[in-house]
């Protein structure tokens, strides 16, 4: 399968604790998005990059937050000190930039985080 | 600033039956739109998009959708719905000017019963 991974799946963590996702793109794409989905909503925009550079931070990511493409593949999001309010699915998406062609995203399966 | 509606938040429909899942927008620029299709515990999966050309797009599993810019609409629709489409949608945009950040609909479920 050449789609979008993404690992854990499920997250259970009690609050205070350090969490860490990890997203594996669609091999090539060079644009990686994370996205915040709680229940019963529509995915939100976090952050995204080109290559290994962020180029764009929602002010959803609070400073709790961190998101590295340290080598321009796979991707990881970190959120520190977690609170209740931080349960959701978060998604990740890529997809190839070839301007000005536009490629929609590719969605994976989704982390889903529990704090309790 | 731009955003998306969807007015029905949940859609029962008997099996067989046609649907139409309602999606309105507003946004200063022009958009690109899109319909995602969201399974239990899964990720989204692209049903069909509107870019450019025909204001009417068909999509995977039988699904079709309308643009109309003067009512900022683009509506999904299927004449037979069947029990493998109870699933959550959501109707997205992304303005031309950043390619970017999709902003999504609420989303609607929908129950086809059998």
């Known amino acids: 399968d050449t789609g979008v991974s993404q690992d854990p799946r499920h997250k259970i963590t009690k609050r205070g604790q350090n969490v860490t996702f990890r997203c594996d793109p669609i091999s090539e794409h060079n644009r990686l998005y994370w996205y915040r989905q709680t229940l019963g909503q529509g995915p939100e925009f976090l952050t995204y990059?080109?290559?290994?550079?962020?180029?764009?931070k929602s002010r959803l990511l609070s400073d709790r937050f961190s998101a590295e493409r340290p080598k321009g593949s796979f991707s990881t999001l970190e959120i520190q000190r977690t609170e209740q309010g931080d349960s959701a699915m978060y998604l990740c998406?890529?997809?190839?930039?070839?301007?000005?062609?536009?490629?929609?995203?590719?969605f994976g399966p989704g982390t889903r985080l529990t704090v309790l | 600033a731009q955003s998306v509606t969807q007015l029905d938040s949940q859609v029962p429909v008997f099996e067989e039956a046609p649907v139409e899942l309602r999606c309105n927008y507003s946004s200063s620029v022009s958009v690109y739109l899109f319909w995602y299709v969201q399974y239990p515990n899964q990720g989204l999966q692209l049903l069909l998009k509107y870019l450019s050309g025909s204001t009417l797009v068909k999509g995977i599993n039988g699904f079709e959708a309308e643009f109309n810019k003067s009512q900022t609409s683009f509506h999904l629709r299927k004449p037979s719905v069947h029990i493998s489409d109870t699933a959550e949608y959501f109707c997205?945009?992304?303005?031309?000017?950043?390619?970017?950040?999709?902003?999504f609909g609420p989303g609607t479920s929908l129950s086809v019963i059998p």
């Open positions: 997205a945009v992304i303005e031309k000017t950043s390619y970017d950040k999709v902003i």
């Open positions: 998406a890529s997809r190839p930039w070839d301007f000005p062609l536009y490629n929609e995203q590719f």
């Open positions: 990059f080109q290559n290994e550079a962020q180029l764009e």
